[in-house]
Nanobody
Framework: QVQLVDSGGGLVQAGGSLKLSCAAS????????MGWFRQAPGKEREFVAI????????DYADSVKGRFTISRDNANNMVYLQMSRLKPEDTAVYYC????????????WGKGTLVTVSS
């Protein structure tokens, strides 16, 4: 079992940056691919980014490619999402996810952190 706590959301102006964090407890994170998903108001949850177990491979949704960077620190059981050049359409609740892929989320979820981008 893995417990995930995501944090770092907030209100930012368009063009700004935020860094989300995901802290894990329980089983070590190195067992799992780790990802970020998001859900905007009135929309379904969607894939944002994923990183392999040892961090040698990443994948991103086309909508965030070149603006967002996912990283991990297995020694400290942390996963990060650096978000730059934010757009109003990035406004959503962002969820840390463990054990899945870009197309199929894993079983482990954080409770979410709200990112609001103002125009």
């Amino acid at each position: 079992q893995v417990q995930l706590v995501d944090s770092g959301g907030g209100l930012v102006q368009a063009g700004g940056s935020l860094k989300l964090s995901c802290a894990a407890s329980g089983r070590t994170l190195s067992y799992y691919n780790m990802g970020w998903f998001r859900q905007a108001p009135g929309k379904e949850r969607e894939f944002v980014a994923i990183i392999s177990r040892i961090g040698d491979s990443t994948d991103y949704a086309d909508s965030v490619k070149g603006r967002f960077t996912i990283s991990r620190d297995n020694a400290n059981n942390m996963v990060y999402l650096q978000m730059s050049r934010l757009k109003p359409e990035d406004t959503a609740v962002y969820y840390c996810n463990g054990g899945g892929s870009a197309t199929i989320p894993g079983h482990y979820w954080g409770k979410g952190t709200l990112v609001t981008v103002s125009s």
